[in-house]
């Protein structure tokens, strides 16, 4: 492999270690800040013992997010200088104002919120838990609109050999990094839904406090259903986005090879790129694609072979992990609807509670799956149409990348199993005695 290729696979590795840790923290921070706002306005004290409870594993989780991610930053100025150099004025005020405007106010209320329980009125501890909740969000706010800058570039002018910033209004209004953010923290709080369901369902089964764990089950069976039917129709907006803005992204993510209009989507096809074709094609809906990419059954949709070959994503890994992300999306949404109907007596239907707790890391495979469509999808460019890749690397000789891949690969894995134990520990142990 060349220092392209080390390169990003190192950066991969590290973006999907890192995001792990942070959907749960983002709905977790979320849930936490409901159940202690249930517990000013009811007074129940199991709400109050759910907040610390769930408010525990948001912090686990925290630290290790704020580990992984610290490193991420790091690599633009080690493997991807020239890109930092040439889109550097744009990029980094973005996360500039992440660092200073949501990062550190999160961390310090963090502090306050862990130290103050029962030395403020409660509806002061719970303005506070308020304060983390949308601080977090916020600072994937500003991480998605860098993001969505790369997929979609604009605000901007070329000047001196660099993009320079230009409307910085553009720039953090733009729909692609609205709809972005909508698609990315929906599916964080579907994860954290299925993750309080999940271990909520893991005690009810064994009749461990079962008040406790129906109350949190409630809460999260509501919190996933909304947002996992939110994120059905939100894919379909982000969908027509990419349609627009992106079309080579659209036609890798339908493995869709001749220009055509009223083109139909096959529910199921196995590409073959090397023969420019689908080497099966299974169930056809006529007109589909068309439609859901330009909301007209007689649309034209490009496909791959209008194209440059250099100029096309990975079909195959596109492909299927835009499959698998939909077909888990859909899963989630049928899931969590029946887990709402049942929320009054999740405990009375030990089925769905065991399919509850094998659901867990479903969530987690979908959202991997969505940023390898996002990433990938987007190659060769990593700022689309304006950047590629291949300009983008420092000049580093492969022997480094590759010791610094495999450094973070084992680090990265140590700090995985630390994570996952403590949860599984901390969960499985359960709350606090009333």
Do not use: C
């Amino acid at each position: 492999m060349d220092v392209v290729m080390l390169s990003r696979l190192q950066f991969a590795a590290a973006s999907m270690f890192h995001f792990l840790f942070v959907p749960l923290t983002l709905g977790l921070s979320i849930l936490t800040a409901i159940y202690e706002t249930k517990y000013v306005k009811t007074g129940d004290p199991d709400y109050k013992r759910a907040a610390k409870f769930w408010g525990k594993l948001f912090l686990i989780n925290f630290a290790l997010g704020v580990v992984t991610g610290i490193t991420l930053e790091f690599q633009f100025g080690t493997n991807w200088s020239r890109y930092s150099k040439y889109v550097g004025d744009i990029f980094g005020s973005i996360l500039a104002i992440e660092a200073t405007l949501a990062f550190y106010l999160e961390s310090v209320f963090i502090g306050v919120w862990i130290f103050t329980w029962d030395k403020v009125k409660p509806k002061t501890h719970a303005f506070f838990i308020w304060i983390i909740a949308i601080a977090s969000n916020v600072s994937a706010l500003w991480i998605l609109i860098a993001n969505a800058w790369m997929q979609k570039p604009v605000g901007y002018v070329l000047r001196n050999g660099r993009a320079e910033l230009d409307d910085f209004i553009a720039v953090v209004t733009s729909k692609f990094a609205v709809l972005e953010f909508l698609h990315t923290v929906s599916g964080a709080y579907i994860l954290s839904g299925f993750f309080v369901m999940g271990v909520s369902a893991w005690h009810l089964l064994r009749k461990n406090d079962v008040q406790f764990f129906r109350k949190s089950f409630r809460v999260a069976a509501t919190f996933a259903l909304v947002f996992a039917l939110f994120e059905v129709f939100n894919g379909h907006l982000s969908g027509s986005e990419v349609a627009e803005t992106q079309p080579t992204k659209l036609a890798a993510m339908e493995s869709h090879w001749e220009t055509a209009k009223n083109v139909p989507m096959y529910l199921f096809a196995i590409p073959d790129p090397e023969k420019e074709r689908n080497s099966v094609e299974f169930f056809p809906i006529p007109g589909a694609l068309s439609m859901l990419a330009f909301h007209d059954f007689s649309a034209e949709v490009k496909g791959l072979k209008d194209f440059p070959v250099d100029e096309r994503p990975p079909v195959s890994i596109t492909y299927w992990s835009f499959r698998i992300m939909v077909g888990l999306g859909f899963f989630f949404a049928l899931v969590s609807l029946l887990a709402w109907v049942k929320r009054k007596e999740p405990d009375a239907n030990p089925a769905l509670l065991r399919l509850l707790i094998y659901s867990i890391p479903l969530p987690y495979i979908a959202l991997e799956a969505g940023w390898i469509v996002a990433e990938v999808g987007r190659q060769p460019w990593i700022v689309y149409g304006l950047m590629k890749t291949s300009d983008a690397v420092s000049t580093l000789a492969t022997s480094q990348v590759t010791l610094s891949l495999a450094a973070f690969v084992v680090v990265y894995s140590i700090l995985g199993i630390i994570d996952f134990y403590l949860l599984s520990k901390y969960a499985r142990k359960g709350p606090h005695p009333a």
